[in-house]
Nanobody, 129 residues
């Protein structure tokens, strides 16, 4: 199994980006998949996850109503993509965003925690103020 991210870029405050996590070798719909981010000098924090087989999406409080996670509904189930649509970006949203496959995703206020067993390599998001 592996996943790879893309879509990171430099945007202005208030701008939008769509990140992609391309899965390979596993069925996206059968796993809990989400996004973590890590700003310089800070711990990696969970932002959102999708539990497609249960119809559940979880968000950290400070991204709810601005970020949307979804997976594509077409194509082979073992090569689907999970997307993170990010709107109204703020400087605090900047960091390296990692696609993560794992379990036990739990919202804990401003972050999600989870037990991750597969990390992507990350994609850089920079938000200019």
């Amino acid at each position: 199994r592996c996943s790879s991210e893309s879509g990171g870029d430099l945007v202005q405050t208030g701008g939008s980006l769509r990140l992609s996590c391309q899965a390979s070798g596993f069925d996206v719909d059968m796993y809990d998949i989400g996004w973590f981010r890590q700003a310089p000098g800070k711990a990696r924090e969970g932002v959102t996850c999708i539990r497609a087989r249960y119809g559940v999406k979880l968000y950290a409080e400070n991204v709810k109503d601005r970020f949307t996670i979804f997976s594509d509904s077409s194509g082979p189930s073992y090569n689907k993509t999970v997307f993170l649509q990010m709107n109204d970006l703020k400087p605090d949203d900047a960091g390296v965003y990692y696609c993560a496959v794992g379990a036990a995703w739990v919202p804990r206020g401003k972050i999600l925690t989870a037990s991750i067993d597969l990390w992507g390599k990350g994609t850089q998001v920079t938000v200019a103020s």
